[in-house]
């Protein structure tokens, strides 16, 4: 019954390939995210998706593509994987998205090495 | 004692004394905060918030206080355990322009509970 979900918790591929991490949450929210945390453990917003529409989307390759096919799932597909993309990416969710005081509730995280 | 510089900030207490996190956030308009704990192979967990109305905000064993006219916020933790390690997290909701608000993290400080 884990609140924020996000597979695979691992994911080890070469440089060049396409890969896609998923995230449901079963919190009942409006808003998803995606945040990128690098090796100094700094977390950067990728991406909001509030009800299936993207709401915030930062200065991020056009390689990184999000898809959220219902309001309870956001994935994240990467085309052409690089080196520099190599990190732990979390999914989060909050209950509107947007507002003045929104906690967001975080997934375990997924640490993506690029080889 | 407390180390700054490239690597990520680190705090080391002793078990059963008091641990004090500050944070220097960037928005004098940012109206809401948020400390949250991260533990190894973890997602960020929410601790405690505080807005700006407010100075001070007390949970259990955690205490945030916030100071507007430095902009600077504090997480204290009392009684500090070893289930304390780890690496904390202040967010100040933040609102680019006329978007919507978004959670923007600071750099996190690493905190190590000696027993």
């Known amino acids: 019954d884990t609140a924020v979900s996000q597979t695979p918790k691992y994911l080890v591929t070469q440089m060049g390939n396409d890969k896609s991490i998923k995230c449901e949450q079963n919190?009942?929210?409006?808003?998803m995210y995606w945040y990128k945390q690098d090796s100094k453990k700094f977390l950067k917003i990728m991406f909001s998706y509030n009800n299936k529409e993207l709401i915030i989307n930062e200065t991020v390759p056009n390689r990184f593509s999000p898809k959220s096919p219902d309001k309870a799932h956001l994935n994240l597909h990467i085309n052409s994987l690089e080196l520099g993309d190599s990190a732990v990416y979390f999914c989060?969710?909050?209950?509107?998205?947007?507002?003045?005081?929104?906690?967001?509730?975080f997934g375990s995280g997924t640490q993506l090495s690029v080889l | 004692g407390e180390s700054v510089g490239l690597h990520l900030p680190t705090l080391s207490v002793q078990e059963g004394d008091n641990s004090i996190i500050n944070c220097a956030y960037s928005n004098s308009a940012s109206d809401y905060f948020i400390w949250y704990k991260q533990e190894s192979g973890k997602g960020p967990q929410f601790i405690i918030d505080i807005r700006s109305n407010m100075d001070k905000r007390q949970g259990q064993r955690v205490t945030v206080l916030l100071n507007k006219t430095v902009k600077h916020l504090s997480l204290q933790i009392a009684a500090t355990q070893p289930g304390d390690s780890a690496v904390y997290f202040c967010?100040?909701?933040?609102?680019?322009?006329?978007?919507?608000?978004?959670?923007?993290f600071g750099k996190g400080t690493k905190l190590s509970v000696i027993p």
């Open positions: 967010a100040e909701n933040i609102r680019p322009g006329a978007g919507s608000y978004q959670l923007t």
């Open positions: 989060a969710s909050s209950q509107e998205g947007g507002g003045t005081d929104e906690k967001l509730f």
């Open positions: 919190l009942g929210h409006d808003t």
